[in-house]
């Protein structure tokens, strides 16, 4: 696509600002604390993201009763939908670690370049991914609320329900994160770093 | 995709570099013409966005056969299905006035901060209703497909299946839209101002 660095950084002419201003503004102890308190933010986010999808994909496993009753692998939505919650689940995961690595360490895991875009990049898929998953869950429950195979097994169609709403918990979460990682973005073509403690 | 004299055209406000370099390298010849091919990229997307979900609207709307058969009106997602793609649809026609008042005027309609935002945000914001509505359609046209209606109505489905496809072209034109939006909101953030010719 296009490099940060068009925009902003692009090395040879930063005479914008100085750097040593910039520096000294960046190591300024009001600085390091709004930064720690963002990253925090983003932190918090991701774990909720992480829970709620992980207990979607969970809510959705277990929604089988034996041979007798409805299974969720029967119906194509809800096996979409836990795969699109175990997905986002994962990713949290690995995001979580990401985060915690960071506030510890200073520095990120990727180099920042390949991080901020990655962070960005796949928050933006994955929310696109869960929402579409829980829209056609949605769907498939609506139309299955009026059919016999809940007037047949009401606890199936409430558990998919809960695990639907949850999947919507989980993207609501996944969407902050999108709009905190856009603004890291934003923030290392302006300043040509994202974290410089 | 990008040319990173988009980004540098803007600005008369232009504090890093002084003004006179800007506006010499950004007055020139090939930055204009980067600009205009810019604009004509958005025109084009927007353009594309509009025709698939203005005939997604239409193909839905016409989706009935007399009252022995299914009608639209009687399912919920084919219903949202409907609703995001003429939003859609509208909004796309406001964006291409704006898009070509801009290209000829040389001005954004609202003021550029405004401008650049409202773009970015209903675009976002109209991609996801438009994803939640063709996942809905289609998890609810595969549960049809298997089922009665379709087995008496085939051409009821057909239609509704084709209406469902014509609007994620739509979605996918107004993902690319939103993706140059949000180049914009960048150059904007970064120099001050998106169009300054």
Redesign the interface.
Known sequence: ??SPN???R?GE?P???PSHHHQQHFHSTVAVQKLRRFNTLILVFRFASFCFCLTSTIFMATNTRGSNYPNWRDF??FRFVLAANAIVALYSLAEIGASVWEIFRGTTVLPEIVQVWFDFGHDQAF??LL??????????A??LGVSETCMDSNAFCMQADISIALGYAGFVFLGLSSLLA?FR??CF??LGSRFHI
């Open positions: 696509m296009r068009q925009c902003l692009n002419t005479p914008r600002i194509e939505a929310a696109y929402l579409a998953a829980d829209a056609a869950g949605t769907s498939l609506r139309t856009g973005v934003v073509m302006v």
